[in-house]
């Protein structure tokens, strides 16, 4: 069973319990209700039932693990747990009604349990030995927490930089530094909490930056801290506009380019340690390198900071998907920041960056001579490395197995649809 | 990796891959910068980190930035709470220092738009509570360096100084009130009309305290205003007032101390005396020698004043002595100032 298909499920689980919660109409309701119907369809193909459950803070969709998952359901994991719902069976032909009723549960509108009979609720106990455990890798858990101090600032309004430092400092602790690793994590996306998935994969990117040019621990846990609040004005500004699944219309693109100076200034209110480059960084990211961009500030030179959480900012923005255009590849990003090199982009900065990740960065899903999919895993020290995630004959493998990519000729450079392969799923299998 | 090179454009299970798109990204990649190796190129952006990670010099320089582009009343409300919970936080603190650069990040050179003066205004009055200001004023005088305030107190200006100078007229004051005159003249060092304004104080011990501040605060444009007071009634205000005069022309001959040898007032002529014999000025011996002669000043006056020619050197002292000795002089000290002289020239070497 694929990880993507597992992931699609919750999407539209996702979807579908929002809309319920949001009082949607009852016709966009009816839509996120058949969507999920339709993803469940999908999911019991073959075996006719299928059963996703939750198994010391994991996903697992039947016996297979569904890491990458777990941290872009991040959320909806934490909801289930708290209805203590383990389990949830999956029939072949769950009615729209049941579906209904679970988005409904899920989202806290109704406590009434699908009574249809293909929808079932904690029926499926899994014991740890049934189900293919693997240790989660050890940065999940702080992307988690960094999720939830970005998720306080909004629920709260107002900021604790003590609480972020301390979601940095977990992160570096458990290898955020480390290129590769963060690259994988930093696939993660999540449609609903875009800005704080986003938040957090920008300061993994530039926390792994920091340390690519020679950073010490303390310039990188300010680093990381103004990455990770870097947004933060998002959360702020008229979130609807941010919501818009077209292109922004002049009145919502004006409330868009106000979130540098709201973010600067709800850092600047918060007090702590590292606020005042935080505040600058979120200020200045979207200032070009040639002074261009907004806002429009004196024109002096922008700080160090702010030019590397730029680069990290475009390359995660072009990579994941946006309701108004698809997400590129990592390849493709590259090409995007090389063209902006000097004029977008401070040039050594991005000679940096793409010394880091190399042509084709980690996470990157690459169709070789001989039919295989590989996805590249290291790029480090010259090396290139990768999994073979899918045979030639297009079966995804359970067990990756490794490969040395530095010979291997190169075909096509795949989307993570086309693959059938979630690149972050595999850091477990690093 | 080997790419195919194929053809340029490969379609694979149904994805096109562009090959030129690779050619295209390794061409603007090798026109950056190509000859540095990663060793130098970290250097080079290592050499950019900053020396501070924080601190109220980046707070300030990133909050006069937020103060350029906010057109927004509310918004800029926002940052007026912010600027004012940073001053408050820094007095509490005892920092005085950064206290002082988040004032003058408000208030000096303003990057604001202009509808908002009003705003800011007000913003500056209610920060500037009496319970903020006695716990600057203690602070200050229970610290050690009250000089790193200067900043503060000077960008702080009226609201300050009118604490202050309302602290000179209660019974018992935060601090005693040499204190409180110690920093008026610190307080008036931005602007020091917001001083001078306070001469017409209808009550002679403010105006005293306010003179010996404008002295302390060391702004020659406040010269006009103190001499508009060197008349004033109570001779302990002119004392102040000379005092004030000479400190802040000390390389001058205080003229206004050559005028005060005719007052009334004894203490105001031995200050009058005291400055012209601090003063460093070549002329003092020619504004002495023309006081003398036009027979201002008592017995004992002109015995020091005769002495304040005779402890200086040069030829100019000699004649000037000379001179005295046989100068007939007008009022009735002119034996006394001849014999003077005469003793003073006895015991003179160049």
């Known amino acids: 069973m694929s990880e993507l298909l597992g992931k699609n499920f919750l999407q539209a689980l996702s979807n579908a319990s929002r809309s319920v919660a949001n009082a949607d109409s009852e016709a966009a309701a009816s839509d996120a209700v058949a969507a999920l119907q339709g993803a469940v369809e999908v999911l019991v193909v073959g075996s006719g039932e299928a059963t996703l459950s939750i198994v010391e803070d994991t996903f697992y969709l039947d016996r297979k693990m569904l890491a990458h998952a777990s941290t872009a359901f991040d959320a909806m994991l934490s909801e289930l747990k708290e209805r203590k719902i383990d389990s949830i069976t999956l029939m072949r032909g769950a009615t729209a009604s049941d579906l209904s009723d679970l988005a409904a549960l899920i989202a806290g509108v109704s406590d009434d349990l699908p009574a249809g009979g293909t929808v079932r609720l904690n029926e499926s106990r899994l014991s740890p030995s049934d189900l293919d455990v693997r240790p989660l890798h050890d940065l999940r858990r702080p992307y988690s927490f960094s999720l939830d101090t970005l998720r306080e600032v909004s629920r709260y309004g107002s900021l604790h930089l003590d609480g972020v430092m301390a979601a940095v400092d977990d992160l570096i602790e458990r290898g955020a530094a480390d290129a590769s690793s963060s690259m994988l994590l930093a696939t993660v996306q999540n449609h609903h909490e875009v800005t704080y998935y986003h938040s957090v994969n920008v300061c993994l990117l530039s926390m792994a930056l920091g340390r690519f040019a020679g950073f010490e621990r303390d310039q990188m846990r300010i680093l990381g801290l103004a990455a990770l609040l870097h947004d933060v004005g998002r959360v702020v500004v ?54 261009s961009g907004y806002p429009e500030l004196n024109g002096s030179e922008t700080h160090l900071f702010s030019r590397i959480v730029a680069i990290a900012d475009s390359y995660d923005a072009i990579t994941s998907f946006r309701p108004y255009r698809p997400a590129r590849t990592p390849n493709e ?71 040395d990519l530095s010979d291997v000729e190169l075909l096509s450079q795949l989307m993570v649809e086309e693959a059938g392969v979630d690149p972050g799923s595999m850091l477990e299998s690093m | ?154 960008s702080w200006g009226e609201p300050l100084i009118e604490y202050l100078v309302s602290q000179i007229t209660v019974d018992e004051p935060v601090v005693n009130r040499r204190s409180i005159v110690q920093l008026l003249g610190m307080a008036g060092r931005g602007d020091v009309r917001h001083l001078t304004a306070r001469l017409a104080d209808p009550r002679w011990f403010v105006v005293r305290s306010v003179v010996t501040a404008i002295g302390k605060a060391g702004r020659v444009s406040a010269l ?12 302990r205000v002119r004392v102040e007032v000379l005092r004030a005069v000479g400190a802040l022309t000390p390389d001058e001959v205080p003229s206004g101390a050559l005028d005060a040898l005719g007052d009334p007032s004894s203490k105001v002529r031995h200050v009058a005396i005291s400055l012209l014999r601090a003063s460093a000025s070549d002329s003092v011996v020619t504004g002495v020698v023309e006081v003398l002669e036009a027979g201002i000043g008592s017995t004992k006056d002109v015995v020091r004043l005769v002495e304040i020619i005779a402890e200086r050197r040069g030829p100019h002292v000699r004649e000037a002595l000379e001179r005295l000795t046989v100068r007939k002089l007008s009022g009735g000290v002119s034996r006394s100032v001849r014999s003077a002289a005469r003793d003073a020239l006895a015991g003179w070497s160049e």
Do not use: C
């Open chain 1, 238 to 291: 008229d979130e609807a506009a941010l919501r818009n699944p077209g292109r922004l219309g002049n009145e919502e693109w004006a409330q868009v380019r106000l979130h540098p100076q709201e973010g600067a200034a709800t850092i600047m209110a918060a007090s702590g340690a590292g606020q005042e480059i935080a505040a600058i960084v979120a200020l200045e990211h979207h200032i070009r390198i040639d002074g």
């Open chain 1, 333 to 403: 990003a590259l090409r995007v920041l090389l063209e902006g090199a000097g004029t977008a982009y401070d040039t050594d900065l991005i000679r940096l960056f793409i010394q880091m990740t190399g042509e084709y960065p980690p996470g990157s899903l690459l169709k070789i001579g001989d039919g295989r999919v590989v996805m590249v895993t290291d790029t480090s020290d010259g090396s290139r490395s990768g999994l073979v995630v899918r045979s030639a004959d297009g079966e995804v493998l359970s067990e990756p197995e490794p490969i």
């Open chain 2, 1 to 154: 990796m080997a790419v195919s090179n194929s053809s340029a454009d490969v379609d694979t299970a149904g994805v096109t891959w562009h090959d030129e798109q690779l050619q295209r990204v390794r061409a603007v990649f090798d026109s950056v910068d190509a000859n540095a190796s990663d060793a130098e190129l970290r250097a080079k952006v290592l050499a950019q980190l900053p020396d501070a990670f924080g601190g109220s010099v980046l707070g300030t320089r990133l909050f006069r930035d937020l103060l350029r582009v906010e057109h927004r009343s509310s918004r800029f409300l926002r940052l007026l709470r912010i600027w004012s919970g940073k001053v408050a936080a820094e007095v509490w603190a005892g920092d005085y220092q950064a206290a002082g650069l988040w004032m003058r990040a408000l208030t000096e050179a303003p990057v604001f738009p202009e509808e908002f003066s009003q705003l800011v205004a007000e913003a500056k009055r209610d920060l500037s509570r009496d319970s903020l200001f006695e716990e600057l004023v203690t602070g200050l005088v229970a610290g050690e360096s009250p000089e790193s305030a200067d900043l503060l107190l000077a």
């Open chain 2, 224 to 235: 006009p205003a103190l001499e508009a007071v060197a008349k004033y009634d109570d001779d």
